[in-house]
């Protein structure tokens, strides 16, 4: 099956710093990825969808200033976290989809981020 | 996109077969039904989807309603690695629509 991975998987910040998490699909063309975040115990929310070379769409109530999402290729798209605080701290998951070929998004493993 | 309904929590003996419900009784004709698990601290896994027709793969079977109102996911020989949150969520249409996330069904596989 598609393998979309995802760097780092944990990641601790100080708080004011900026963080960024890589997602790549690793055997297939990523023509749009997601990111999610998920908080404890809570289910995923959508935070953004892109497109490759386009500007990524926000979901109502995420600071697309906060969170800067590029999808500059087939196979990577970004998410940086700007001026990072606690409450940023949460488990981000991307996922991948080839319109092209299917319709499933796939998933990668997530990357738990701490702010301090 | 149509909201799905599921029991928070179920339990089921190690080696038989889970049964996980999913209400969507407002479910459009273009909309279609998927599944995918989480286990604790990883991404999703798709699991299996379904239009109408009752759908098998290696995984698991769905089985879908003649109205398409409710469907069942079924691991038919459950093992302790099923232990997982269970999403059951309906797709807007084909393409580039997003997956939106209940709360989904938190499966239990008791040894």
Redesign the interface.
């Given at each position: 099956?598609a393998v979309?991975s995802?760097h780092p998987s944990w990641v601790i910040c100080k708080s004011g710093t900026s963080v960024k998490i890589e997602c790549r699909s690793l055997d297939f063309q990523a023509?749009?990825m997601?990111w999610?975040r998920q908080f404890p115990k809570q289910?995923?929310?959508?935070m953004a969808?892109s497109?490759e070379g386009s500007k990524a769409t926000y979901e109502q109530g995420v600071e697309k200033d906060k969170f800067l999402i590029n999808h500059a290729s087939l196979t990577l798209s970004t998410l940086t976290v700007t001026s990072a605080h606690p409450e940023d701290s949460s488990?981000y998951?991307c996922?991948a989809?080839n319109?092209g070929v299917t319709?499933?998004?796939?998933?990668?493993?997530?990357t738990?981020l701490t702010v301090t | 996109d149509a909201k799905t309904t599921q029991p928070p929590s179920m339990d089921c003996a190690e080696g038989r077969a889970a049964n996980l419900p999913c209400n969507h009784s407002t479910i459009s004709g273009n909309e279609y039904v998927y599944w995918y698990r989480q286990i604790h601290s990883q991404g999703p896994q798709y699991i299996i989807h379904g239009l109408k027709n009752n759908e098998t793969n290696e995984m698991a079977s769905l089985i879908i309603t003649e109205d398409r109102k409710s469907s069942t996911l079924i691991l038919p020989h459950a093992t302790l690695r099923d232990t997982a949150v269970y999403y059951c969520i309906v797709r807007e249409s084909f393409g580039n629509e997003k997956l939106t996330f209940g709360t989904g069904t938190r499966l239990t596989i008791i040894p």
């Open positions: 099956g979309v995802q023509t749009t997601f999610y289910s995923l929310m959508l969808t497109n488990f998951i996922s989809q319109l319709y499933e998004q796939y998933f990668g493993p997530g738990r | -």
